[in-house]
């Protein structure tokens, strides 16, 4: 008796854990997306508006995937993206993999190994890591779906921004974790000032 409820439990645990990773598969083929007009002043250029991208907010019902954003974008007056902020996408194991297989195989990671855990964002390597990282997730086929995207309005991320890395490892497998945003229009530069006449 206890043998068939175990094997019932089993049974129903594979079949849960199945339907999770379909449902995971699901959610990162139909992505969708909120697209909001930001006002940025700037302290040493001119200020601008530029429309951010970002996954949708609890209880959104305007969210469209990526193509309709766009689409929807380009009928605006402004038009310039400032980016897109990926918010707890970058957990996403296809770009978790992505950037770590890129970041691993680096001389720079080999010989200096991160620190791991929460809170470890600044130390010897940081900056050197944050720009391998950086590297990895342009690299990323996520980011080559996203610029697939974008080539149809003349637009691609340009680079990734990023803050508060830090790095995982569990049971041998690295994984990091940052606020990330892929930039598509950089904001625009200040304007040189005209000499003052004595």
């Not at 206890?2 to 594979?14: G, H, K, N, P, Y």
């Not at 598969?25 to 001119?46: G, H």
């Not at 766009?70 to 918010?87: C, N, P």
């Amino acid at each position: 008796m206890r043998f068939t409820i175990a094997l019932r439990s089993l049974v129903m645990a594979v079949v849960t854990c199945g339907a999770s990773a379909a449902g995971l598969a699901q959610e990162l083929k139909d992505l969708r997306w909120d697209y909001k007009l930001e006002r940025y002043t700037p302290a040493e250029a001119p200020a601008y508006d530029a429309w951010t991208i970002s996954p949708p907010a609890s209880g959104s019902t305007q969210a469209k995937d990526l193509a309709g954003v766009l689409e929807s974008i380009s009928h605006e007056k402004e038009s310039a993206i400032s980016g897109i902020f990926l918010r707890e996408l970058n957990r996403q194991p296809e770009l978790q993999k992505a950037v770590m297989d890129y970041v691993t195989a680096q001389p720079e990671f080999q010989k200096h190994p991160p620190p791991t855990g929460f809170g470890r964002w600044e130390f010897k390597n940081s900056t050197k890591l944050r720009a391998l990282v950086e590297q990895g997730i342009l690299k990323s086929p996520f980011v080559a779906d996203c610029n697939a995207a974008l080539t149809k309005y003349g637009k691609a991320v340009k680079s990734a921004s990023m803050e508060k890395l830090f790095f995982t490892k569990k049971d041998g497998q690295w994984g990091w974790d940052a606020m990330v945003w892929l930039v598509i229009d950089p904001p625009p530069k200040s304007k040189e000032r005209a000499p003052t006449r004595p």
